[in-house]
């Protein structure tokens, strides 16, 4: 596993993909974001697929606020990615609730798609 900046390469890749429609299209990123969790939540969770996500989670609320500090997200996603920071204390009193987790990401896909972003000239 190769590390830079602290985090494995994949891991921000993983943050790159994520971040790729923002600032234009926050909707777009929020349903990539819960998509995301959804698919890292499918059976079987391990451990080592609950720290990886923590680690893009935790990567990614990072470069948002550091590379687009004015953008706004909803309450839900915001809700999503505190909750995703959690993971790696899954078990403990203060640890993730996945059920909180696929409960808000499903709320976030059930949102009506609306492309705010401008068509290509």
């Known amino acids: 596993m190769t590390k830079v900046g602290g985090f494995p390469r994949a891991v921000q890749a993983q943050v790159q993909n994520l971040m790729a429609k923002l600032p234009n299209d926050v909707p777009g990123f929020e349903r990539d974001l819960a998509t995301y969790i959804l698919e890292q939540l499918r059976d079987p969770v391990t451990e080592r697929s609950l720290v990886e996500t923590d680690q893009v989670i935790t990567l990614l609320d990072v470069r ?3 590379c687009y ?3 706004r997200i909803s309450p ?3 809700q999503l990615i505190v909750e995703a920071m ?3 204390d899954l078990g403990k009193a203060y ?3 996945l059920a909180l987790l ?3 990401a ?3 896909l059930r949102i009506p798609s609306t492309n705010t972003t401008a068509p290509p000239l």
């Open 76 to 78: 839900m996603a915001s």
């Open 86 to 88: 959690h993971l790696h």
């Open 106 to 108: 499903e709320q976030i």
């Open 102 to 104: 696929r409960n808000l």
């Open 69 to 71: 500090p004015s953008v």
């Open 64 to 66: 948002m606020g550091d």
């Open 95 to 97: 640890g993730a609730n």
